[in-house]
């Protein structure tokens, strides 16, 4: 493999650029489907759909065209206007995800901060918690985005170092994907969230699974009991699903794995039918109506180019089969890898297309591993050092996915 020609351009990248990223050697130049190239035309199937963004696979020709037919009409007004597909987008996602009322942003970390914002005003002016005494309950180990309210209460440090003073109003309880608890009724997790409430508690904000983490899965019926703690305090559940949502773990959303309903919803990512970003925080209207004219928005949030994109994202959910393919495909994939069963693999863990391989961290490096997997012709991601996640576009074949195992099982087997 020629790699020159990609040698100028990463060259050109850390002279000129922020190193705030560490990319693998690889410079990228088209998508089809679940297929990337490279500037030299090598090809590769892609195992991070840019974290979980691109679900629809990469250059869907129905968003090509959406995204054509608007762009020429319209695309951008700001919202000191009303438009067809913002108008339109808002029933949809409504309709296809039970919640009242959304409010459109751009990125997953405008959308977390919309939903700081919602809980803190519900907080004072539904609950009655005295003026800025409002405190949001999170998780150990979360990932939300980077502003620097967010990572004021992650527990990362490579999040936060250098970036204080941070916001306060915010506590951390143990997330149930780490404890070894026998079993819910003795789970620490539950009960650390406990301690943590009081008079002044607005909300509880967690992602069901925990994706920058590693792939935390908590044990069944951990939402529920948040949920339950949530109803007898009169405190809100806010679920970050920005990763999880939209047919990543099986589901439309991963809460309904546990049969629960969050008062409040974050979505992002694969929103924009890998085309476009936008965001969104969905709610009650007794809730969202806390926002009025004046209090919150963005510049670009619910445009008519993105939000016609995301309104025809959503229908493709269902027309191509995405959340049901996620669903049997992901169980398949995840039996595959456990049956590599190989000592350099600790745990293969997750749900629907969204897997994450944890490694014995004395036996190999994960992103040595992403390196020899990419040799190979396949794009993976570790995090943390010891765990490569699988998280290929939703719709990806079950013929694509037995190459792909092919390949994990024989660079496994070389280590
Ligand atoms: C990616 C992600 C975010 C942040 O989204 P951005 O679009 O990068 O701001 C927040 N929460 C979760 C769970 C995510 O996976």
Known sequence: MSLSFQDEYIKKESLHGAQNYSPLSVVLERGEGAYLWDVDDNKYLDMVSAYSAVSHGHSHPELIKTIQDQA??????????????????????????????????????????????????????????????????????????????????????????????????????????????????????????????????????????????????????????????????????????????????????AYQHENIKPDG????????????????????????????????????????????????????????????????LGDYFKSKLKSIDNKIIKDVRGKGLWIGMELNESEVNAKDLCLMLLNEGLLCKETHKTVIRFAPPLMITKEQLDWAIKKITKVIRSV
């Open 265 to 328: 919803l974050i979505l992002g990512k694969a929103l924009g039918g890998a085309m476009l970003p936008i965001s969104a925080f969905l709610s009650s209207k007794e809730v969202m109506d806390h926002f009025n004219a004046g209090s919150h928005g963005s510049t670009f949030g619910g445009n008519p180019l993105a939000t016609k994109v995301a309104s025809r994202a959503l229908e493709l959910l269902y027309e191509d089969n995405l959340i049901e393919n996620s669903h049997i």
């Open 72 to 253: 020429q009409k319209l695309a951008i007004t700001s919202r000191a206007f009303y438009t067809e597909p913002f108008a339109n987008f808002l029933e949809s996602l409504t309709k296809v995800s039970g919640f009242e009322s959304v409010l459109t942003m751009n990125t997953g970390a405008e959308a977390v901060e919309t939903a700081i914002k919602a809980a803190r005003r519900w907080g004072y002016f539904t609950k009655g918690i005295p003026e800025n005494k409002a405190e949001i309950i999170v998780a150990d180990g979360n990932f939300h985005g980077r502003t620097t309210t967010i990572v004021s209460f992650s527990t990362d440090s490579s999040y936060k170092d250098g970036f204080g003073p941070f916001t306060p109003g915010f506590e951390s309880a143990n997330y149930c994907g780490s404890c070894d608890c026998e079993s819910l009724n003795s789970c620490i997790s539950i009960e650390s969230f406990e301690r943590k409430i009081n008079k002044n508690t607005c909300a509880i904000l967690v992602e069901p699974i925990q994706g920058e983490a590693g792939i935390r899965v908590p044990k069944d019926g951990w939402l529920l009991k948040l949920r339950e703690l949530c109803t007898s305090n009169n405190i809100l559940l806010i679920l970050d699903e920005i990763q999880s949502g939209l047919g990543r773990t099986g589901k439309l959303f």
